[in-house]
């Protein structure tokens, strides 16, 4: 059975860190694309990054460039999403998952499995 568990959520302030966790089982991480979600209250789920496991090559929507950062621990089986300068509008339940296929595509389609989630709240 395939199992994703995120972590690592909590309240920051603005401009502050946070590093998100995905702790996989049942499934080889690095055999697929994996990707990190969010839902804001009364918005619908949007893609937020994604790491290819073909070339490593990685994803962000441009609300999160530069500030978030995708990574992959093979070893581990784990899924990271080093967020920084966070911002009151990054607060959401985040979502890691994973894809059915190698690549990332910027509609962030084709994820199959997904975690419970973990709440970020960005607030002064």
């Known amino acids: 059975q395939v199992q994703l568990v995120e972590s690592g959520g909590g309240l920051v302030q603005p401009g502050g860190s946070l590093r998100l966790s995905c702790a996989a089982s049942?499934?080889?991480?690095?055999?697929?694309?994996n990707g990190w979600f969010r839902q804001a209250p009364g918005k619908e789920r949007e893609g937020v990054s994604c790491?290819?496991?073909?070339?490593?090559?990685?994803y962000y929507t441009d609300s999160v460039k530069g500030r978030f950062t995708i990574s992959r621990d093979d070893a581990e089986n784990k899924v990271y999403l080093q967020m920084n300068n966070l911002k009151p509008e990054d607060t959401a339940v985040y979502f890691c998952?994973?894809?059915?296929?190698?690549?990332?595509?910027?509609?962030?389609?084709?994820?199959?499995?997904w975690g419970q989630g973990t709440q970020v709240t960005v607030s002064s």
């Open positions: 998952a994973k894809s059915e296929i190698e690549e990332c595509f910027s509609d962030f389609v084709d994820f199959d499995t």
């Open positions: 049942g499934v080889r991480l690095d055999y697929y694309a």
């Open positions: 790491l290819s496991s073909s070339d490593n090559t990685t």
